[in-house]
């Protein structure tokens, strides 16, 4: 019978399962770019995750396809005529050929941000107005996603023209309109079905969580998600919802979200100066990998290696954060990035206590400065929300003759525009730069082609031209009088590429430097701290040395005060929250702990959840939860001041 448009629902069947055969290759190529990244141990274990992966197409597929489907079906008697069979291609092509493309871009996204492409890298591009030509210059950079995109797209349609549909003009319009309308609810019943990931009413649509629940290595959850996915499950979620699970007095006891560093008259107060030095990985340092047993590593930063020999270096310190921004927070305002960023929540936009709005307190001058177009990465907004009196940017600069092209002013010249403003402000001041030359797409001024070491990977050499403008910083800020009062600050706002398999590790991958250095020995900067440190320590830290004699909201630790406090260190890979407490690594949903780990096991290999916990388990197991608790309690109830 004409009337049940057989022909019709085949082929919407076949033009589906297309789709998903389409996905399943974008996930082995995302993988393949990646495995450096993502190992994958046998063939077995690469299918049981990308059978895991079938649901969550499944809801990027029906999110996408849900328009063409519901016109596939609709009965108004043309949609077997050429006309709107080719209306119909092209709705199915140009929707799912720009979600499809999503996933390419991850295959370079992953690299830089170790998480899938979710709608917060929107947000920071929104901040952006070189979008364009870092796109171009991403993929003029890497061709071959370029051309597996165009092939895979080409044969995609091929397939698709295979099966074509006859005209046919049914002549029973009751039972043609009766069978069209059972369809269609079957239809929606099922698209629902399949955008939630099941039918069940007690259960919650699947989340980016979910890809954790059938794979033993966290890591693989990435693999089992597709970019299409992670994106529409991020445009309208917020993670940040108030949870109970433990008193308020076991948190004050415990997680301490207050700290109190009394300190005997600090006169003068030091200057602080604090370099957040982008994509400064400890990977690429010799002073922080004396101890990694890396067989002949390679430095690419002399001088900085120069300067630990005298200075307090942290050699087991973790980023709290993925991107520029989360580094700010964590640094200025010991504020962590978990799933969801807070600087781009809707919570940011309150008063929060941090190093600016402290040095403010305090009497300090207090500046920010990015080489990059003023309001770039969102510092300006967020510097505002803190506190910051003065912002530098490349409008202040005024010389676009030394802009990179891309990003801003090379570090070298915006350097020593740095140095030089500092010296015609008054003591004392609290100065914060952002540098921007060791970032994609990794070059270096054509002056200086050739002069710095160019190792295996891209960022190598533009990390020496950091480094060298470091050491010309010194050289001009030595000489001036603010100079020995000064206390100077180091850290990476998070990670980037990988050489070493070391720090190929699920946790190494937020392994960064931090590094205090003061040339007035009465700071007493000097020796290694060993033990696991993070961002957020830095803000409890300063603090501490600038002599600031009240209680401060800190969820980090003063790592130079003789009180013995327990390290409770944060991130996030973007789908679960990690924290190192005592002698474990902890993995929390936002609900339920769903990973243990050995705190030497920083590729999250050997989960310990399903083996008897020892005492020390399940305590971490409450400090985890009760952290989250009081993140969200303060995020949430504007308690951050």
Known sequence: MKEIRKQEILALLYRSFLAFVFYQIARLLFWFFN???????????????????????????????????????????????????????????????????????????????????????????QNENNVGEIFLTSFAEHPFVIIWFVVLTAFWIYLYKRVKIAEIRPKKLVPYFLFSILTLCVAALLVVGGIRGDFRHSTRPINLVDANRHVTKPVHANVVLNSVFSFFRTLTTNNFKEVHFVDEKFIGENIKPYKYYPRENVEPKPNVVIFILESFGKEYSGAFNKNSGIKNFESYTPF????????????????????????MSSVLAGIPSLKDAFTSSPYSNQKIQSLVSVANEMGYDTSFFHGAPNGSMGFLGFGNILGFKHYYGKTEFNNDQEFDGIWGIWDEPFFQFFAQTLNQKKSPFFATLFSVSSHHPFKVPTKYVGKFKKGPLEIHEPIGYTDFALKKFFETAEKMPWYNNTIFVFVADHTNQVGYPEYEKAMNRFAIPIMFYSPNSKY????????????????????????????????????????????????????????????????????EVTGIYAIDDKALKNNLIRQPLNTE?????????????????????????
């Open 35 to 125: 495995k450096n990244l993502i190992p994958v141990d046998s063939f077995s274990e690469y299918l049981n995750i990308a059978y895991r992966g079938f649901s969550f197409d499944t809801t990027a597929i029906l999110y996408v396809n849900s328009l063409f489907i519901l016109l596939s079906l609709i009965p108004i008697l043309i949609n077997s005529r050429k006309p709107y069979q080719k209306f119909l291609f092209y709705l199915y092509f140009i929707t799912n050929g720009i979600a499809y493309s999503l996933n390419f871009g991850d295959f370079i996204y992953y690299k830089f941000s170790q998480a899938r492409l979710t709608s917060a890298a929107f947000k920071v591009a």
């Open 304 to 327: 900085f290696d120069s300067l630990a020999t005298q200075s307090l270096i942290a050699t087991n310190a973790f980023a709290n954060g993925r991107q520029s921004i989360h580094g």
């Open 524 to 591: 007493n900067l000097q020796g290694e701290i060993t033990e696991p440190t993070q961002q957020m320590d830095i803000y409890p830290t300063l603090v501490d040395l600038m002599g600031y004699n009240k209680k401060i909201r800190s969820w980090g630790r003063s790592l130079v005060s003789e009180k013995k406090e327990d390290y409770l260190i944060v991130n996030s890979d973007s789908i679960n929250e990690q924290m190192i407490i005592g002698n474990y690594i902890y993995l929390f949903n936002g609900e």
């Open 617 to 641: 388990m399940q305590k971490g197991i409450l400090l985890t939860k009760a952290w989250y608790q009081d993140y969200m309690d303060r995020v949430i109830n504007r308690k951050l001041k």
